[in-house]
């Protein structure tokens, strides 16, 4: 059998449609904790393979322009390109691996901060259900650093990707680390265009940092309640729908001192829930438009503020500077004076 190469495999991932290729060694997890570990999911592990695909920039434009949320969440958030787009070549691509004798086990990115409060199922391992930290992960594939506002940058596309991984038992030479600082600039216009204030300024001092082969990559300690509840429509001032059916929700994000787990449930339950139909509220729910974006949603998630600093600011401010290498004919990305709604409306 022909020995797979490196670039044999990164070749194989462009062709079948994936944008971003890297390859880490499991070395470069030796600081992860146990449930954030590949090899705790593959044991024989030896690469990660992170893989990525672009999220339009015209994905956002419908809600940079206060017209159009579908288009966001359907094809670009949660929906197609995190349930299809990704996964379709990536299952090709460890196939592919698999055709070569090696076997590839492909990742599909959870949430390691929520874990089971069970115990584990055989003795000196991690609970179910292992997660990697999938922005960790990448910046050990190389092809980027975790910006300050905690969204992973890309040298190719800024913040605008989604990430997956295969984790196999081929030893491949990884990808060298992009060095701290080579992408994010401390610019602090997420922070500035964050609607919930998640983002503590640099001069705050508030931070996260972990040390990989050497470098130190560091990114703001995210508030993480705010940013959750503001993302999924616990907040009037970035939700069109709210006070359309729910009068008298006055709530803005800053404000709040949630959980990030506390947001969620707030968020969820009350976007989400059905209830009975009146002639006041017709659709039997608590906030229809809520619902019904978590319906074209594919993997039953939703995005209400998309991103409004951490990303859409960031990407914008990143092409004018010639950060990343995509850009676009049409100039910047934020053209118009943006909007923010009132966060209390009087009650009819």
Same mark, same amino acid.
């Given at each position: 059998?022909?020995?797979l190469t490196?670039?044999?495999?990164?070749?194989?991932?462009y062709e079948?449609?994936? +944008? !971003?290729?890297?390859?880490?060694s499991?070395?470069?997890?030796?600081?992860?904790?146990?449930h954030?570990h590949?090899?705790?999911?593959?044991p024989? #592990?030896?690469?990660?393979?992170?893989?990525?695909?672009?999220?339009?920039?015209?994905?956002?434009?419908?809600?940079e *322009?206060?017209?159009?949320?579908?288009?966001?969440?359907?094809?670009?958030?949660?929906g197609?390109?995190?349930?299809?787009?990704?996964p379709?070549?990536l299952?090709?691509l $460890?196939?592919?691996?698999?055709?070569?004798g @090696?076997?590839?086990?492909?990742?599909?990115?959870?949430? %390691? *901060?929520?874990?089971?409060?069970?115990k584990?199922?055989?003795?000196?391992?991690?609970? %179910?259900?292992?997660?990697?930290?999938?922005r960790? #992960?990448?910046?050990?594939?190389?092809?980027?650093e975790i910006?300050?506002?905690k969204?992973?940058l890309?040298?190719?596309?800024?913040?605008?990707?989604?990430?997956? $991984?295969?984790?196999t038992?081929?030893?491949?030479?990884p990808?060298? !680390?992009?060095?701290?600082?080579?992408?994010?600039?401390?610019?602090m216009?997420?922070?500035?265009?964050?609607p919930?204030? $998640?983002?503590?300024?640099?001069?705050?001092?508030?931070k996260?940092?972990?040390?990989?082969?050497?470098?130190?990559?560091?990114?703001?300690?995210?508030h993480?309640?705010?940013?959750? !509840?503001?993302?999924?429509?616990?907040?009037s001032?970035?939700s069109?729908?709210?006070?359309?059916d729910?009068?008298?929700w006055?709530? +803005? #994000?800053?404000?709040? +001192?949630? /959980? *990030?787990?506390?947001?969620?449930?707030?968020?969820?339950?009350?976007?989400t829930?059905?209830w009975?139909?009146?002639q006041?509220?017709?659709?039997? @729910?608590?906030?229809?438009?809520?619902?019904?974006?978590?319906?074209?949603?594919?993997?039953? /998630?939703?995005?209400?503020?998309?991103?409004?600093?951490?990303?859409?600011?960031?990407f914008?401010?990143? *092409?004018?500077?010639?950060?990343?290498?995509?850009r676009f004919?049409?100039?910047?990305?934020?053209?118009?004076?943006?909007?923010?709604?009132?966060y209390?409306v009087?009650s009819?």
């Open positions: 059998m022909k020995k490196k670039e044999e495999i990164r070749k194989q991932g079948v449609g994936l +944008d !971003l290729v890297g390859f880490a499991i070395e470069r997890f030796k600081n992860a904790p146990i954030m590949p090899a705790s999911i593959f024989e #592990a030896k690469t990660v393979i992170v893989v990525g695909k672009r999220i339009l920039r015209g994905g956002w434009r419908g809600i *322009e206060g017209t159009n949320w579908i288009s966001y969440t359907y094809f670009d958030y949660h197609l390109l995190n349930t299809f787009f990704i379709e070549p299952y090709q $460890a196939c592919f691996i698999e055709d070569h @090696y076997e590839a086990v492909p990742y599909y990115p959870g949430v %390691p *901060e929520a874990q089971n409060p069970g584990p199922l055989k003795k000196n391992q991690s609970l %179910p259900d292992v997660n990697l930290a999938i960790i #992960a990448a910046i050990c594939a190389g092809f980027g910006g300050w506002s969204v992973f890309s040298k190719k596309f800024g913040p605008r990707q989604r990430l997956h $991984a295969i984790i038992d081929m030893d491949i030479e990808d060298n !680390l992009v060095k701290p600082g080579s992408i994010c600039t401390k610019c216009k997420c922070v500035e265009d964050c919930s204030k $998640a983002i503590p300024h640099i001069k705050e001092n508030k996260v940092q972990i040390e990989i082969d050497g470098n130190i990559y560091q990114w703001a300690d995210i993480t309640g705010k940013c959750t !509840l503001s993302y999924h429509g616990g907040d001032r970035v069109p729908f709210i006070h359309k729910f009068p008298g006055n709530i +803005d #994000a800053s404000k709040q +001192d949630f /959980s *990030e787990e506390a947001a969620y449930k707030f968020c969820w339950t009350l976007s829930a059905r009975r139909k009146t006041q509220f017709p659709s039997g @729910y608590i906030v229809e438009g809520h619902a019904m974006l978590q319906r074209w949603g594919e993997a039953g /998630s939703y995005g209400i503020c998309g991103s409004r600093g951490c990303m859409r600011s960031c914008d401010f990143l *092409e004018q500077q010639k950060k990343i290498e995509q004919k049409g100039g910047k990305f934020i053209k118009r004076k943006r909007w923010l709604l009132p209390r009087k009819k």
